[in-house]
């Protein structure tokens, strides 16, 4: 079977089948931060240089986010727990031998460890195709090893893909991929076999555009506040989900952090939001929602697997 030349079919969001979430809930909000490792002297990539401010070592940006881990990440956790928040941790799974107690916080408060690939500073865009095939291999090994989780899904190391990804990583036994940031429903993405689930990710709610363009904390809690807002609104129609993209070495500094307990009290002081790991929402979709809208997905542009 060929590469599909579309990998997702357009579906209006005006006429679509209706997503129903588990009680009636409005909204599916999913929290990921995202605990990442950053080589001090990464390998040279063709394609892309990790470290810009050339030569290496960049050690600025280095420290900038190996804060994240000394210090940002366990004032996160501190908030994060307050709210018993079930997290998806988009995680370089190289943290854990990196980092193994920040691997025994995540693994201990049942997290589920979403691949953010080995570090964050080896990309996908530069692997043939068997590269790519022993780096899922890998990516499944590694947190089988270190956790006993099965690897559900993938935010692709610093968000880097090859035109096969979405092949690969079903074949891979992946369910769900988290870099397509166009819809506020999950969608089924076209493959070659098996399936494979867009879950809605965030480049809006994320703190890295926001903070690094210099917005006030207080500007996050807002747009969090308003984005909210209008999918609780919307979701009582058909449900939503909101993804709250976080990173250590940012959200948790010492000026943002009461940021970060406020739009959480505010999202999880709604009444219809449930607070699940991007693999119950891809799984609750499949169950109920996969198969009617491939069908309409087909129905609307005459074509078959449309979706």
Do not use: K
């Given at each position: 079977m060929d590469l599909p030349p579309n990998r997702i079919g357009y579906l209006p969001m005006v006429d679509r089948p209706t997503v129903s979430w588990p009680d009636g809930a409005r909204v599916a909000f999913w929290v990921a931060p995202n605990v990442e490792h950053?080589?001090?002297?990464?390998?040279?990539?063709?394609?892309?240089?990790?470290?810009?401010?050339?030569?290496?070592?960049?050690?600025?940006?280095?420290?900038?986010?190996?804060?994240?881990?000394?210090?940002?990440?366990?004032?996160?956790?501190?908030?994060?727990?307050?709210?018993n928040v079930r997290c998806t941790a988009s995680t370089n799974l190289a943290v854990f031998d990196h980092y193994p107690q920040i691997g025994k916080a995540m693994a201990d408060r049942g997290w589920e460890i979403m691949s953010h690939g080995i570090y964050n500073t080896r990309y996908l865009s530069s692997l043939s195709e068997s590269e790519e095939q022993e780096f899922y291999v890998d990516c499944i090994a590694s947190l089988r090893r270190h956790t006993g989780q099965e690897l559900r899904g993938m935010l692709g190391p610093a968000v880097s893909n090859t035109a096969r990804t979405p092949d690969l990583m079903a074949e891979a036994g992946l369910t769900y991929h988290a870099d397509w940031l166009h819809d506020d429903q999950p969608v089924p993405i076209k493959v070659r076999n098996g399936r494979l689930i867009s879950v809605p990710y965030s480049i809006e709610l994320n703190d890295v555009p926001v903070f690094l363009q210099h917005h006030d904390p207080q500007d996050f809690v807002t747009m969090v506040k308003n984005q909210f807002d209008t999918l609780y609104e919307e979701g009582s129609q058909s449900g939503r989900v909101m993804a709250l993209a976080i990173h250590p070495y940012l959200m948790g500094m010492p000026h943002r952090i009461d940021a970060l307990d406020e739009m959480l009290d505010y999202v999880l002081g709604h009444d219809d939001v449930w607070q699940p790991t991007a693999s119950e929402i891809a799984d609750h979709f499949i169950e109920h929602s996969y198969d009617s809208f491939v069908a309409h997905a087909a129905h609307i542009s005459g074509e078959p697997n449309a979706c």
């Open positions: 950053y080589e001090y002297l990464p390998p040279r990539d063709p394609r892309r240089n990790p470290w810009p401010r050339s030569p290496h070592p960049d050690v600025q940006g280095y420290a900038h986010r190996d804060y994240g881990n000394r210090v940002g990440f366990w004032r996160m956790l501190d908030v994060l727990d307050s709210y």
